[in-house]
């Protein structure tokens, strides 16, 4: 069995979308759960790039096939997943701040989240304090995940949280924050209630925030 | 700058930024090889964090108060801000960056190598799509004339995500007042950032 993790996991760090989706499919063949792929597979992979990118050992295009590949599994696992009846955690709302153009990691959060089973709200991009607003009013999420990657957007962060108590709303959901120029201490300083410093990180907090860790 | 000064320049390798702990590493290493106890400017902004946990030692550091080099380009924060809300999607191409080949087009031409046709235009795509503008900054007529060619052609390759293309007379007004305030320390205002002898720099301390 550690065979075919090891496998997946290397295949997720070389960013390879065609050979992943096939190794899924190995796995479960071999009577592995969805679950079981995910996590000791995919997940370990996805784990060792933030190590390395982090590291400066990865660059922007190795994580982004990397997360190429992640998504191919996905494909696979998702359905899957569901099916299975892992239980839902939640709603999470997530989207990069105003100013800020950057989805990349965002996106990939939101993948790992999903993963680890909540259903994500998308707001893309260059989102207005409102625009989350009204997404919490109409989704009503457990989490709202926000990021940002330049020290210029990160401010915005603390501008929505602000809006988002000021709307009544702050109540009602976590907040937690990433993103390449954020840490602790920033998150503490807006008054979030979680940080994470790479995107399977992310997934762990958001299940702390919700209690399922 | 006088002599005396720009004989103790010391220049730091090109993108270092892109991994900021490097930058961190590289910026401490130079401190410290600074044997007496001196003013060292900084020739950075905050620079995603590259700067933050630098210690001055026995050193005092005089840094622009700014995120990044643009504010520098364009010669104040103010400006900097200006240029940001009227289009957040801006990437800025210098004299300096185009002759380290650090822009889009040569990051192509890069990754193509490395990567094939296919996969580099999607990667490209994936990191550049939602960018709406090109800014060429340089501070004379002279510089704008003989490095518009190179700008023009990275402006081309842009217009598949079709980004507009435009052209700034930037200022060295910055870099000049961070002379000045070298010269006399106590000449420093809101935008600049001191550091005094084994304080170290935080990112409190840029935001504005």
């Known amino acids: 069995m550690s ?48 190590v390395r990118f982090k590291r400066g050992d990865m660059f922007v295009p190795e994580v982004l096939m990397s997360a190429d590949a992640m998504a191919a599994g996905m494909l696979i696992l998702r359905p899957l997943l569901v099916e299975s009846g892992a239980e839902l955690l939640g709603k999470i709302v997530m989207g990069t701040v105003k100013g800020d153009l950057h989805d990349i990691g965002k996106n990939l959060v939101s993948m790992m989240c999903e993963g680890a089973g909540f259903e994500i709200v998308n707001l893309g991009f260059n989102v207005e304090p409102d625009v989350f607003i009204n997404a919490i009013k109409e989704h009503q999420p457990a989490i709202v995940g926000m990021s940002a990657m330049l020290t210029t957007t ?54 702390q925030l919700v209690g399922a860790a | 700058m006088p002599a005396d000064m720009a004989e103790q320049v010391t220049f730091m390798d090109y993108g270092l930024h892109r991994v900021p702990s490097k930058l961190t590493w590289a910026v401490q290493d130079a401190i410290d090889a600074v044997e007496h106890p001196s003013l060292i400017v900084l020739g950075y902004g905050l620079c995603g964090n590259g700067l933050k946990g630098i210690n001055a030692r026995q050193h005092t550091l005089l840094i622009p108060r700014t995120d990044d080099c643009i504010a520098i380009l364009l010669g104040s924060y103010k400006k900097y801000i200006q240029e940001f809300d009227t289009t957040p999607g801006t990437y800025y191409l210098t004299k300096g960056w185009l002759e380290a080949g650090s822009n889009p087009l040569q990051e192509y031409e890069e990754i193509k190598e490395k990567y094939g046709e296919k996969d580099a235009t999607w990667i490209m795509d994936q990191q550049y799509q939602h960018y709406e503008r090109l800014v060429f900054v340089t501070h004379n007529q002279e510089d704008l004339e003989a490095y518009r060619p190179q700008a023009q052609e990275v ?16 200022s060295d007004i910055y870099v000049r007042r961070l002379i000045e305030v070298a010269m006399a320390i106590d000449k420093t205002d809101s935008d600049f950032v001191v550091i005094p002898p084994n304080g170290e720099v935080t990112q409190d301390l840029f935001m504005r």
């Open chain 2, 155 to 170: 402006a081309e390759y842009c217009q598949r995500w079709g980004y507009r293309y435009e052209e700034v007379l930037g």
């Open chain 1, 3 to 50: 065979e075919i993790y090891e496998k997946l996991s290397t295949a997720i760090l070389e960013g390879d979308a065609d050979k992943t989706p096939k190794l899924v499919n190995r796995g479960l063949k071999q009577g592995l759960t969805p679950k079981e792929v995910l996590d000791n597979g995919l997940i370990v992979g996805m784990d060792e790039v933030g």
């Open chain 1, 154 to 207: 990160m401010r915005a962060m603390g501008h929505t949280i602000k809006a988002i108590e000021e709307a009544g709303l702050r109540d009602t959901v976590k907040v937690f924050v990433g993103g390449a120029p954020v840490d602790k201490e920033f998150a503490d300083t807006i008054g979030a209630d979680g940080y994470g410093s790479n995107a399977p990180g992310g997934a762990e907090l958001a299940k």
